[in-house]
């Protein structure tokens, strides 16, 4: 049976300290089911999957925003979708979609970059 939910998650607010519930699990505080993982970041099923394949390919380093990132970011961020794909097709994905909302209007609602990757079934455009 699909795990798929249309349930939004509660929002993740940003601690006084900068730190969010990826930070956490990036530290092992919390558990994942992370499904790739190297020096530079780690990919996990999302919690509330919209899609039979929804995984969230993030940096160890915590940049809040894609609009936080700099130049200095650029291999880092080119890294992060050649996993994405990779992870993708590991998952059996032929097509597949990636998205990175920045903003809290664009749908952000944990601020720590990340990328999701979505499939494993038909994808409507445009999202809403
Ligand atoms: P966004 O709305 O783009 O910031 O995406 C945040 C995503 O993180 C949502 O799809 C949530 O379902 C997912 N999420 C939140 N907490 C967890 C968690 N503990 N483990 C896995 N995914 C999570």
Do not use: K
């Amino acid at each position: 049976m699909s795990s798929e939910s249309s349930a939004a998650p509660a929002a993740s607010s940003v601690s006084a300290s900068g730190d969010t519930i990826f930070g956490r699990i990036l530290r092992g505080e919390i558990p994942c089911d992370a499904v790739y993982s190297d020096e530079l970041c780690l990919a996990f099923r999302d919690v509330a999957p919209q899609a039979p394949v929804h995984v969230l390919v993030i940096p160890r380093e915590p940049i809040a925003q894609l609009a936080e990132a700099t130049p200095e970011h650029q291999a880092l961020l080119g890294h992060l979708l050649l996993v994405a794909a990779q992870v993708a097709q590991q998952e059996g994905l032929s097509s597949w979609r990636t998205v990175i909302n920045s903003g809290a209007e664009a749908g952000q609602t944990v601020f720590h970059l990340h990328v999701h990757v979505l499939g494993g079934r038909p994808l409507a455009w445009p999202p809403g």
